[in-house]
């Protein structure tokens, strides 16, 4: 007996040891090397930034041993920004920054095994920043990864632990791995306590934290904190009290936080105050608060999502409220608009003011957290999304005029220029909650680096740092290439099964996750409804934006508002952003309108099936945990795909009064049933 | 306007007529023929029933225009009971429930335009009995249509309405125009209320709705009625005081009820109160009522469904309880017993007591309602599992020793002989909740009077009575065939996506309509849980009652006794039912045995999504109404059988640890999910 205890335990011990050699619990990220490859650094100057650049290099090394290699600061003007040149035996670049973006591009390179050659890497953009919808109570808006990393619900989310201060440092050295130079710290949706001591206080704290890795802390403002937290009667942008406010304020926090970024404010915008509660413009606000952060090199981030309960189609207002301000603004002043004219939606065309400004900087804000693509329960890799944005062209300045050209400087000059995106990053061990949600602030941090970069590339690049097995220091080539294959599916199957060939907003209320296209309500603005958006009737279905429409599309450079303008050539992705089509309208693959509708809903069901099959197919090929996880949600990913398909064709029904095509599976659910489970608080 | 007007209300008249020749709503079942064609009917005898006979070919007659036809009684010897004999011109018989009986069945064959032959047409049992589980509050245990038609929660149940005595005259017509000709009004958990004074009154009146058409009338009785509202002490049968009141009990409901049928009891059979609670046996108990009900011809049917929380195994203890007392029962008494040795599971071989008796009559009981084939949820045309039971040998007598055989008296001789069915009808508009559950109420009746009738014919049959075209006379050739071919496969997909390969009651507790296969609970006998019946591990899956294990192959006559415990001859169908089967096993197929079952699981799902197409293509073959209301049945049959196959999937993968087959559809819910959602009240 004590001979097979023995055996039992000296099993268990290894079963116990073999757990903890594969438990991944997804909270490393990319940065998953451990080398023990020696290696001799050496660099003419110290500093923080440099002693970590050493650091990294020194624990990930994976090319010769016992190397000499130098990081050289020098002024190499092909080199910009914080860019770097890679070497055989050195990093070059013009800031200490730029050594330690080539150090961690060098070192992926080395963990990736690709080829080390000479090249100079330069941003896209100068400055590339995370904005967290961070409510000081820790509570995080469209987060689903946890509670705020920042904020919390101890101390009126003042609270500091070693564990917070440590979980900054990872959270830096992550961004600083793909390039982000930038957070803003606080939600849009500002309370003005952050502008108050104490919590400037905290912000300094974190600051700390960020700083040697090269991250810029911002912050977002309330525009009413001069009534809010100051004792002002009024937040009047040209009232010289109020100016003086925002001076003494922004004075105060360059005290604190000397290298601090700037504001990012969202005014007039879904019930936030702003400069028009006093009869002013945009300007009149983005320019005070400019005027108070310029002595300081401080910038204004001034968000364009603005849009009024007025009779106006929603997607117009943007464009109308903002191009007649163009060059009114201060130079530290830099417009933020979403990619698309509406709200992150599964697809949008561009927003038409990233072809408008001519004389006022532009950054386009990108949303990571998946608000509106399944939150972090469902795989989609947003990358595609964001090179379809970049790369469609404005026609601005003619042809080739990208989204891209745009905003990164290269069509007209400008003293800076930005990128934003909405985190996904929380409290979960693993930050984001689904594990290739990781992918998309991974794929995020790539782009703002090189705006030019492919989708397939940061996906592989992503998988194999992700998932590689560190003890062979390989990952299986068959699961790399189906990975990668599902992540480039991804959004396109998500458009597919919520809302294809150019459909949008027709979501529950309030959560956002799923189906709700009959979603109307007599009490609250008609733009915050599902029908006004599909605007489906027996007729036919879609949101006529055409010249005999809202004419939204004339707010596009020709050819662009002609091609979207005319239905056989808009293209049919976005047929029903711009078109009320007739049910009976024949496509380009000759099916009906109606038809096409029901395949796409369809093919997007079988794609996350498909998914599904490929990731069991897979199983053995990484750590289970991460897989066990990854394969419960797309069970999960799929069963929702099927309510959304089920929801929008029962629906649409109604009205196109015609026969799901026999060649699909028929839904099994029950419109019913359907609007009372979306309508659940646990259904999100 | 006028004018537009007057033209509005014509179209909405045109509407609204149309609308009302086309209402379905099933109240009318398989009796929508509504004649004008005119017949001379002649008789000798006159009386109520004889009256109907003739009202109803008069008023269904679709024969020769203007024939003379006759109804005669005579004593032909080749016409058995109330069978009959339809000739050209007449309908003999040597009752006038004969006569009612036969016009039934020529005008189905009127209505179903089939040939008018000569032929004789006897009953295969005497008494063909429904058994409603209603309680004396007007709710139906497992019922799925609504509350009860005989009791209802006004006045403790006993109020009655003009309304009321309709639908019994309805009710009664419908049983007797498929032979029904017994019905038992009140649940066999009965409340000893059922024989007081009052209740006695309204059994009275209900009965005197139910005569005209030969439905006598039988009452399930509590064993401790003289306890509970007599005023005795005690209800032990021997006791000459118990004997006495129950003699006085049934001489009070003969005075109410000339005609009544007699008792069925559920006595000591899962809390129920019996003889055995004062030391004596089911024979001490029923023969005390047969001696009270002999003078009056009325019979007890005694149900042998019993069985004790004991370590024996569940399925053997009727066989043994009763196998002991047979002999000793007296001639009016009958033993009611299930189809299966368990609990009218999807498939369960059939009870070893129909092939043990040999001097005590034996009448199978079946379960029309689908408290364990998805409620009035599912369409699962019953009528395949009911054959499939009378036409299983128990090799008796040798080979052809069916069930049918053992119970219909052609085996052995006895007085009497009966067939019960357990209810599925409720207060629902279309009596069954389910339009097709319609079907298995007809095919009770059908098989109750030929118990060698092929469930395809039934199936034909009632499809084009109750879906035919009353103006056209005609159905749509593909729809009769298409139909009949789903429902002929409806019951084998059940027991697909259900329990296939024999694995038994995994249901979720309490409302038996999911899966729970994970269900145990220590605070209850083991018998009431699910896992008790599939054993499985990591060994294999499956119940032992082999030799080896419980043993209960040897209640079977060989060769079947041998058959079942032989792993390699036992039919694949009850495989799990008697064996304990490893993961690898090999199937006659080729599959392993997790293989097999996942495809089976899998090919249940498949099943009803071809249902679903099916029925969609024929949309406009039929009324709209119930089309749509099928089509949204199948919908959520369609998703539940989704929620089945992944629950029990998912859940024997943590045993088996072997890879769902790649060629089949990935699960779509997490086991969590699905613990949670089968528990919740709503999903039943």
């Excluded at 961070?134 to 003042?158: P, Q, T």
């Excluded at 404010?265 to 019930?271: F, I, L």
């Excluded at 929801?647 to 009372?676: D, M, W």
Aim: with cysteine; hydrophobic share 35%; glycine share 8%.
């Amino acid at each position: 007996m004590a001979y097979i205890k023995r055996i039992m335990i000296i099993a268990l011990l290894i079963l116990g040891s073999a757990t903890i050699l594969k438990a991944e619990d997804g909270h490393a990220l990319w940065l998953r090397s451990n080398s023990r490859v020696k290696v001799s650094i050496s660099c003419p100057v110290r500093s923080s930034i440099i002693d970590i650049a050493i650091d990294e290099l020194r624990k990930g090394w994976l090319g010769k041993e016992n190397m000499v290699f130098k990081l050289n600061l020098n002024k190499n003007p092909a080199i910009k920004g914080d860019g770097f040149q890679l070497e055989e035996s050195a990093i070059s670049a013009q800031t200490e920054l730029g050594l330690l973006y080539g150090a961690y591009e060098l070192l992926r390179r080395q963990y990736l095994n690709l080829p080390q050659r000479k090249f100079i890497s330069n941003p896209s953009y100068s400055r590339r920043i995370l904005n967290h919808w961070d409510n000081l109570d820790g509570s995080v808006e469209r987060g689903y990864a946890g509670g705020s990393i920042f904020w919390g619900e101890k101390e009126n989310g003042l609270s500091i632990t070693e564990q917070d201060k440590e979980k900054w440092s990872a959270y830096a050295r992550a961004n600083a791995s793909i390039g982000i130079n930038g957070a803003v710290l606080n939600n849009v949706n500002a309370s003005a306590k952050i502008l108050s001591k104490p919590y400037l206080e905290k912000v300094s704290a974190i600051a700390q934290r960020l700083r040697p890795y090269g991250i810029k802390t911002y912050l977002s403002v309330n525009f009413s904190s001069p009534v809010l937290i100051g004792k002002l009667k009024k937040a009047d942008p040209l009232d010289p009290q109020v100016q003086q406010w925002w001076k003494d304020k922004v004075k105060e926090i360059y005290a604190l936080i000397p290298d601090f970024g700037g504001f990012l404010v969202k005014a007039n915008s879904e019930g936030q105050p702003g400069p028009q509660d006093y009869g002013r413009t945009h300007v009149d606000g983005a320019n005070m608060m400019a005027d108070a952060l310029a002595p300081f090199n401080g910038i204004v981030m001034w968000r364009a999502f603005v849009y009024n309960p007025s009779p106006e189609d929603r997607t117009k207002q943007a464009y109308k409220e903002f191009l007649p301000l163009d060059g009114a603004f201060r130079k530290n002043v830099i417009l933020q608009v979403k990619n698309g004219p509406l709200d992150f939606q599964p697809r949008e065309p561009f927003s038409p003011l990233f072809g408008a400004m001519s004389k006022t900087p532009v950054m386009p804000e990108f949303q990571i957290t998946q608000e509106y693509l399944g939150g972090s329960r469902q795989l989609v890799f947003l990358s595609t999304l964001w090179e379809e944005c970049l790369n469609s062209d404005t026609y601005k300045n003619g042809k080739g005029s990208t989204v891209a050209a745009c905003t990164d400087g290269s069509l007209s000059k400008t003293d800076f220029t930005a990128i934003a995106g909405v985190a996904n990053i929380g409290n979960d061990v693993n930050w984001t909650g689904h594990t290739f949600a990781q992918a998309n602030w991974y794929a995020f941090g790539r782009l703002a680096w090189n705006n030019k970069l492919e989708s397939k590339v940061i996906a592989a690049e992503w998988i194999k740092q992700t998932f590689l097995d560190k003890k062979e220091r390989k990952t299986d080539a068959n699961f790399v290439k189906t990975t990668q294959r599902i992540m480039m599916e991804s959004r396109g199957a998500a458009v597919d099964y919520m809302m294809p060939l150019g459909l949008h907003h027709i979501f529950a209320e309030g959560h956002h996750y799923g189906p709700a296209p009959w979603f109307s309500n007599d009490k609250i603005r008609a733009d915050w409804t599902s029908v006004y958006y599909h605007k489906a009737d027996t007729a036919g279905i879609g949101f006529d934006r055409t010249r005999r429409g809202s004419g939204a599309v004339d707010q596009y450079h020709e050819p662009l508002s002609s091609t979207f303008n005319n239905l056989s050539s808009c293209p049919e992705m976005y047929l029903l952003w711009f078109h009320h089509v007739p049910w009976s309208y024949r496509l380009k693959n000759g099916n009906d309108l109606w038809t096409e509708l029901c395949i796409r809903y369809d093919h997007g069901v079988q794609a996350v099936r498909s998914f599904q099959k490929d990731w069991d197919r897979m199983n053995g090929a990484i750590d289970s945990e991460r897989f066990a996880e990854v394969q419960s949600k797309l069970r999960t990913q799929s069963r929702d795909a099927q309510i959304w398909k089920d929801a929008c064709l029962l629906y649409f029904q109604q009205f196109s009064k015609r026969e799901i095509p026999f060649e699909i599976e028929r839904p099994v659910h029950n419109l019913g049933t359907l609007k009372e489970l979306t309508k659940s608080k646990d259904y999100h």
